[in-house]
C-alpha cells in the first residue's frame, strides 16, 4: 500500500532558528514529491521535485529529494512566526495520478 | 494563477439532507479531486476525476458521490448528510500544462447537526 510518512510530527522552535522536516515516501510509480504549507486554510503549494539531488528554493525556504533514500527534505532557514503552520508532503503517482499525503508536520515558531 | 474555487466556505446542514458541494477550476486541468481533513487523520481523498465524466474512488468513497459533466467542474453530493461528515473539505486540480502541481481551492467547513 502506498504511504507517506512525515517527522516530526510536530516542532516548536524560537525564531531565527533553522528547521529541517522529513518525508519519506513508498509510492508505486512514483513521479514527483510536492511540499505544502497549511495556515488556517487551505493547503498552498511550495515544491514540486521530480529529479533527485536537485535543490529548489524560495526565499527561506527550500527542498530536496533523495530518490535512493526515498525521500525528501525541508529547509527553512531563519524561521519567523508567519512560518508557523503544518506543512505536508505529497507523492505524485504517475499510475493513478493520485497524490498520497502524509499527515504533516505542525511547526510553531516562537517570537 | 491557477484559480479554484468553491461554492461556499461555510455551510451547515441537518442530518439526512443532500448536500451538494462545487469546485469550478479555471486552468483547463485535466484531473479534479475531492478530499476531506480531519484533525490528526490528515487529508483524505475521497473521489477523483482525470476526464469528463470519469470518476475514481478515492480511500473514503462510502456516502459520498460525484459528478463531472464539465472540464472545469467537479461536484461532491452528500446523498444523506451524517454527523460523522462534519468535516473539511478540499477540493483540488491539477493537469499537465502545469506538470502536475496539485492546486487546492478554500475549503468549504461543512456542519452536520
Known amino acids: 500500500e502506498d504511504k507517506v510518512v512525515q517527522s516530526p510530527l510536530s516542532l516548536v522552535v524560537h525564531e531565527g532558528d533553522t528547521v529541517t522536516l522529513n518525508c519519506s515516501y513508498e509510492v508505486t510509480n512514483f513521479r514527483s514529491l510536492l511540499w505544502y504549507k497549511q495556515e488556517k486554510k487551505a493547503p498552498t503549494f511550495l515544491f514540486m521535485l521530480t529529479s533527485s539531488g536537485i535543490e529548489k528554493k524560495s526565499g527561506r525556504l527550500s527542498s530536496i529529494l533523495d530518490k535512493k533514500e526515498l525521500s525528501s527534505i525541508l529547509n527553512i532557514t531563519a524561521t519567523q512566526t508567519g512560518d508557523s503552520a503544518i506543512y505536508l508532503c505529497?507523492?505524485?503517482?504517475?499510475?493513478?495520478?493520485?497524490?498520497?499525503f502524509g499527515t504533516g508536520t505542525r511547526l510553531k515558531v516562537l517570537a | 494563477d491557477v484559480k479554484v474555487t468553491q461554492s461556499s466556505r461555510y455551510l451547515v446542514k441537518r442530518t439526512g439532507e443532500k448536500v451538494f458541494l462545487e469546485c469550478v477550476q479555471d486552468m483547463d486541468h485535466e484531473n479534479m479531486f475531492w478530499y476531506r481533513q480531519d484533525p490528526g487523520l490528515g487529508l483524505r481523498l475521497i473521489y477523483f476525476?482525470?476526464?469528463?465524466?470519469?470518476?475514481e474512488k478515492g480511500d473514503i468513497p462510502e456516502g459520498y458521490s460525484v459528478s463531472r459533466e464539465k472540464k472545469e467542474r467537479f461536484s461532491l453530493i452528500l446523498e444523506s448528510a451524517s454527523t460523522n461528515q462534519t468535516s473539511m473539505y478540499l477540493c483540488a486540480s491539477s493537469g499537465l500544462a502545469d506538470s502536475y502541481e496539485q492546486y487546492f481551492g478554500p475549503g468549504t467547513r461543512l456542519t452536520v447537526t
Open positions: 505529497a507523492g505524485f503517482t504517475s499510475g493513478t495520478y493520485k497524490y498520497i
Open positions: 476525476s482525470y476526464d469528463v465524466k470519469m470518476k
